[in-house]
């Protein structure tokens, strides 16, 4: 099993940039695939970005593309989402997931380990 913990959560104002990282503890990092997801209040949580166990893949939703960027490094079991240019529809909490998956999944089920999330607000 692999615990996760999200970090670097806060308030920025439009166009502003955050960085959130994932540490994970247990079973070594590299493992697993892992990705971002986000729910907004009264919303579905959504796919944001995943990468897979190497990080030679990534996967983005539609919405942030050319905006945020995933990384990851796996000797220090900790994953990354570099976000820019965030807009007010970006405020949401922001959870960490791994999957033992070999690609990169977009949906939440692939993903049996989450971390508790941490909040983004942007304001306008």
């Keep these: 099993q692999v615990q996760l913990v999200e970090s670097g959560g806060g308030l920025v ?19 697993y695939a892992m990705g971002w997801f986000r729910q907004a209040p009264g919303k579905e949580r959504e796919f944001v970005a995943g990468i897979n166990r190497i990080g030679v893949s990534t996967r983005y939703a539609d919405s942030v593309k050319g905006r945020f ?21 970006d405020t949401a909490v922001y959870y960490c997931a791994a999957s033992s998956g070999v690609g990169v999944g977009t949906l939440g089920y ?15």
Excluded: D, F, H, K
């Design 13 to 31: 104002q439009a166009g502003g940039s955050l960085r959130l990282s994932c540490a994970a503890s247990g079973r070594t990092v590299g493992s």
């Design 110 to 124: 692939e993903y049996p380990y989450w971390g508790q999330g941490t909040q983004v607000t942007v304001s306008s």
């Design 69 to 89: 960027t995933i990384s990851r490094v796996n000797a220090q079991n900790t994953m990354y989402l570099q976000m820019n240019s965030l807009s007010p529809e």
